[in-house]
């Protein structure tokens, strides 16, 4: 069974984002990028059913600039076994990527997709659920645990009151949550390795798809900056302070 598993470029979560003084969007320029970390869960899921002998085959697709390729080469130190580059410079939203995955899928055939469940840049969350909306496949979204027997998969979902228990039948999309698993580093040997493994370019109009953006990004802007906090005297004061100016906030 192959496994597609998609990797998205984001700003490293480590980094203070900052957004452009013209307010058209965030400074990517000399900004530390890495792997979406809910994708780092998704190619770990993916090498896992791997080891386990669920999966035959591991294929990591990264969509946008010629710099996708790195995140790429980390897919594959990690383990996946090839890469595909849908390469573009247009700023792709989710639909657009979602289109890109359905052809790639009808290309490849695979029998699970496994993305994240949002990426930490655009926290859109929809990626994975307009997939399979688009292919008219099963979805289980937030997965904290993944088991495949034969051609079904059972997912255990997060969700607001606990966890939810899935079955679906494959082919079908699948999207990590945080919990459900912890993310190997790759090792030297397999950063080497990674090089010689095989990536291929294409680009969207191969693939038969208008990335063109549908929806217009009115203004970006900082959060409002937190008012800094006082000091109280004792106990008395906190509990006016409370009193009083709690209320007026609520
Ligand atoms: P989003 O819907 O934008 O929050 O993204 C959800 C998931 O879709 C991500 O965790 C990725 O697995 C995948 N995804 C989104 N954009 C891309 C992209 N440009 N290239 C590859 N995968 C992507």
Redesign the pocket.
Known sequence: MKILV???RVIDFNVKVRVRPDGTGVETANVKMSM?P??EI?VEEAIRLKEKGIATEVIA????GAACQETLRTALALGADRAILVLTDVE?Q?LA?AKLLRALVQKELPQIVL?????ID???????QMLAALLDWPQATFASKVDVAGATATVKREVDGGLETVEVALPAVV?TDLRLNEPRYATLPNIMKAKKKPLDTLAPEALGVDVAPRLVTVKVTEPAKRKGGGRVADVKELVAKLRNEAKILS
Not at 115 to 119: F, H, P, S, T, Y
Not at 122 to 128: C, F, M, W, Y
């Open positions: 998609s990797v998205k979406n809910f994708d998704a697709v990264s969509c946008g792709l989710p990527v993305l994240g469940k949002q990426a655009d926290d859109a969350n929809q990626t994975g999207t």
